[in-house]
């Protein structure tokens, strides 16, 4: 496009080869160019303005009217005058017979040119041209002509050969230039990877014999080390024979040591057995008191803030309530106060509404806190004079149901269960003493007995590892006595 706009009225040449076709539609540009010079839809507004300014002074100078038509007459006279086109195309196969039929003014419009075969000087002048800067790289110094004549007379034979083959067979084989020059440049390539593929190789053989003659030395040298340790390789043979001998016996030893290990090790066995099916006995014992625990628990969880509220708005409170505030202050540890006994001038009464008010009460959700930390970790520590006080001042009265309880207060019924449910485990837990105090018994002989166990294990494994270090295999014994044989 640049090219052909140009407006300078300077001749130039415009070199156009089949090989730069990317579609056929730049042949329709070409074609439009030979028949009339224009392409059509290449000027843009500011290209017509810049044709106008250039040819208005053509017109004037030949009295034509300068009119847009005639202006852009004298720009495409000024194109055909100034602008030469070369097309270079190879006359292979049926692409360039189609694109002569489709664009006539390739005929009609241009001076065709046939180049021929080259001849004879021409191919030995190009070969030479090709091939002279790579003389040193390729290692053809001198073999410069014979080679350049060997091309010649192969391209030539062809060049006959395809024309023998074309009255026999009727079909054609071209034989071009490019060929010859295709000949050249495959002959460079080849060789070049040929003479590297060969360097390499040679480099190969090389590293190898170096590796050969280092392999021979280091041999011829520690022929003459044998030969020199040959005393001390025979020193050292007896002293293998007499270790061998110690080796056997300590090897009776630790065998000795070994079953004695086994024997224990079986008889920890059959303890551990025992201890963990005297474990599952006492967990399976105290497993129903612990679901009642846990289900008494998820149920004070349900009592709310209004519920314990309301407990302790009591000024007076019922009996049942009373009482089980006072039940859980056993369990719980917190101590009553004194109040002068009214039924009997002079004497005191345990009073342990008041603590309740005020260290149960007096935080519902500390209280629902503690009662579930209680359950969770101090359940196992409950002393048995808390237990006996429980007996005595909650639960020696039989007619003290939930029920009952249920009807006087809703959270007092809660706390009820509570109390109950730690009872009934601390019963169980203790049933259970004796099975459990049995269990850490076992436990603490099992351990010294593993213990002692592991002491044995660890002596044997030392012995065999310095019995496995020491001792040779047969094929090292071998290999020892071959100095002496060689």
């Known amino acids: 496009g640049d090219v052909y706009k140009r407006q300078d009225n300077k001749s130039v040449t415009f070199l156009f080869v089949d090989t730069q076709i990317i579609n056929e539609q730049m042949l329709e540009d070409i074609n439009n160019i030979l028949n009339t010079g224009d392409v059509t839809g290449i000027y843009k507004n500011e290209d017509y303005d810049q044709i106008y300014t250039t040819c208005r002074a053509d017109c004037l100078r030949k009295n034509i009217q300068p009119n847009k038509m005639n202006m852009f007459s004298a720009y495409l006279q000024r194109i055909r005058r100034n602008i030469h086109v070369v097309i270079a195309m190879s006359p292979l196969g049926e692409v360039f017979q189609t694109r002569l039929r489709m664009f006539p003014s390739l005929v009609n419009c241009c001076t065709i040119d046939w180049f021929t075969e080259w001849p004879e000087e021409a191919l030995v002048g190009v070969g030479k041209g090709q091939l002279i800067n790579y003389e040193s790289e390729l290692g053809i110094e001198g073999q410069l002509d014979s080679l350049v004549d060997m091309f010649k007379a192969i391209h030539k034979n062809v060049e006959k050969q395809s024309i023998k083959y074309q009255q026999e067979l009727r079909r054609y084989n071209y034989v071009t230039p490019t060929s010859y020059l295709e000949l050249l440049s495959t002959y460079k390539q080849v060789l070049g990877e040929k003479k590297k593929e060969m360097k390499r190789l040679i480099s190969r053989l090389k590293n190898g014999l170096d590796k050969l003659k280092e392999a021979n030395e280091a041999v011829e040298e520690m ?150 930390s209680f359950a969770e970790t101090e359940k196992n520590n409950i002393a048995p004079s808390t237990i006996a006080k429980l007996e005595q001042k909650v639960l020696s009265d039989t007619s003290l149901t939930f029920e009952r309880v249920k009807q006087s207060n809703f959270a007092a019924s809660f706390l009820f269960q509570w109390i109950k449910a730690m009872y009934d485990y601390y019963k169980v837990y203790e049933q259970t003493k004796p099975q459990r105090n049995k269990l850490i018994e076992m436990n603490r002989v099992l351990a010294d007995k593993m213990l002692e166990l592991q002491t044995k294990k660890d002596a044997l494994d030392k012995t065999n590892s310095c019995l496995l270090y020491t001792s040779p295999s047969p094929r090292d014994r071998q290999k020892s006595r071959m100095p002496s044989s060689a």
């Open 223 to 372: 022929q003459i080390t044998l030969t020199k340790m040959q005393p001390e390789l025979e020193k050292a043979q007896i002293e293998t024979d007499q270790m061998m001998e110690k080796l056997l016996v300590d090897r009776q030893e630790a065998d000795k040591v070994f079953a004695v290990v086994s024997k224990e090790e079986a008889e920890a066995s059959i303890q551990a057995a025992e201890a963990r099916e005297l474990q599952q006995v006492a967990e399976a014992a105290v497993e129903e008191a612990n679901q009642i625990l846990a289900k008494t628990t998820e149920q004070v969880k349900e009592l709310k803030k209004d519920h314990l509220v309301e407990l302790r708005g009591f000024q007076k409170p019922p009996e049942p309530v009373k009482v089980v505030l006072m039940g859980t202050c056993i369990v719980l540890g917190i101590n009553p106060v004194l109040k002068p006994n009214p039924e009997k001038i002079g004497s005191k009464i345990e009073d342990y509404f008041e603590p309740s008010k005020q260290e149960l009460l007096a935080s519902p959700g500390d209280l629902l806190q503690r009662l579930m």
